[in-house]
C-alpha cells in the first residue's frame, strides 16, 4: 500500500471526458437552473474499483485518497491530479509545457486558472497551442511537464463541427450523450427537452440534421452539452463555420446560456472581437513556442443578470489592443 498523499491519482478515457464520464454525477429530477456563483461541486462518491469507477473525477471534498487506476481505458489513458481544496478554479495549469513524441516544442511553461462560473476565451494565431492546451483541460493529453488540476465533475466539449448523427433526429441527438452514459431514458428525454427549450429548439425536435440550417446545428450542438448540466463547457473554436451573422447571434446565445446555468467556460477563438464580447477573462497566446502573453480582465464582463449595457467603447479599445499586439494591424 503506496502512502496517503493529497493526490488523487484517476485515469480518464477520451469518452469518459468528452461525455462527462459515466459516472460524472448525472442529476435525476428536473435540473435546476443554477444561478451564477451559487454552485456548488456536485458530490460523488468516493472510487472504488472498476473501469466505470475509476473514471470518476473525484471533487476537492472527497479526494481524500489514491483512487485505483483503471485497468480497462480504450483511450490512452491520461494522468490527472484532483488536489483537495484546490480552490476555486475548475482547473489550473502550473507551469505546463508541451513537447509533442516528434520532438515539437508546442507550449512553453503556462501557468492559468480556469475559474469556476467565468468565461475564459483564449485567442491567439492558428499554431500557438490553443488546442493543446484545451486537450489537457479535458484530461485528453498530459502535459510533458508541470501539472493540470482539474476540481470538476461534468465537463462538456463543444468543437466547431457539431458532429450529429444525420439518421437521428434533433431530439436523440440531444440524448445521446445521457444514452452513451446509461442515463435513464425518462430522465434524459427530461434534461433533453429542457436543454432544447433553452436553446429555443423545441419546435424542431423531431426534425433531421439536413433540415436543420447551421446555427440550428450547433445549437443542437450546445443543447446536448447542456443535457449533462456541465460545470466546465470546453468549446474549441464553435462558431467558426458560422456566417458573421449567425456567428454574432450564436455569442450572444453562449451568454444567455451561462447566464440561466452558471457554468465555466474555456472558449476558443481566432476572433479577437469574439473573445472580448465573451470572456470575464482574454487570454492572449503567441507562438514560437506557444505561450501565453497576456491576460486581460475584461474592461466590461458579461454579467450575471445581463441588464445593464457593456461599455462598448472600452471593449473597442481592448479588441485594438490585441490586435496590435498580435500585429494583426
Ligand atoms: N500530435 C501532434 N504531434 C506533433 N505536433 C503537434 C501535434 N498536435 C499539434 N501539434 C503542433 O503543435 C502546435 C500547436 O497545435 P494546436 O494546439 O493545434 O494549435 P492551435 O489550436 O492554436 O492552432 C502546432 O504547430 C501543431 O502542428
Ligand atoms: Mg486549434
Partial sequence: MPPMEPISRVHVSETDVV????????????????????????P??????????????????????????????????????????AGAALVTFAGVTKTYSNGFHALAPVDLDIPRGEVVSIVGPSGCGKTTLLRMAAGLSSPSTGTVRRSVDRTAYVFQDPTLL???NVQANTELVARIRGVARAERRRAATEALELVGLSHVAHALPRELSGGMKMRVSLARALAS???????????????????????????RLWRERGFGVMFITHSIREAVKIGHRIVVMAKGPGRVADVIDSPSPPT??????????????????????????
Fill in 304 to 329: 450575471a443578470d445581463g441588464g445593464a449595457p457593456r461599455d462598448e467603447a472600452a471593449l473597442d479599445a481592448l479588441a485594438r489592443d490585441i490586435a496590435a499586439s498580435l500585429a494583426i494591424v
Fill in 19 to 42: 461525455y462527462g464520464g459515466p459516472s460524472a454525477g448525472f442529476r435525476t429530477g428536473r435540473l435546476p437552473p443554477a444561478r451564477h456563483h451559487e454552485r456548488q461541486v456536485c
Fill in 229 to 255: 448540466d456541465p460545470e466546465l463547457m470546453l468549446m474549441d473554436e464553435p462558431f467558426a463555420a458560422l456566417d458573421e451573422f449567425t456567428r454574432e447571434r450564436m455569442s450572444d446565445e453562449l451568454l
Fill in 166 to 168: 444525420a439518421w437521428r
Fill in 44 to 85: 460523488v462518491s468516493a472510487p472504488s474499483s472498476g473501469p466505470s469507477a475509476a473514471s470518476t473525477l473525484t471533487t476537492p471534498s472527497t479526494a481524500a485518497s489514491p483512487a485505483a487506476p483503471s485497468p480497462g481505458t480504450a483511450a490512452t489513458p491520461v494522468t490527472l491530479s484532483v488536489q483537495p481544496g
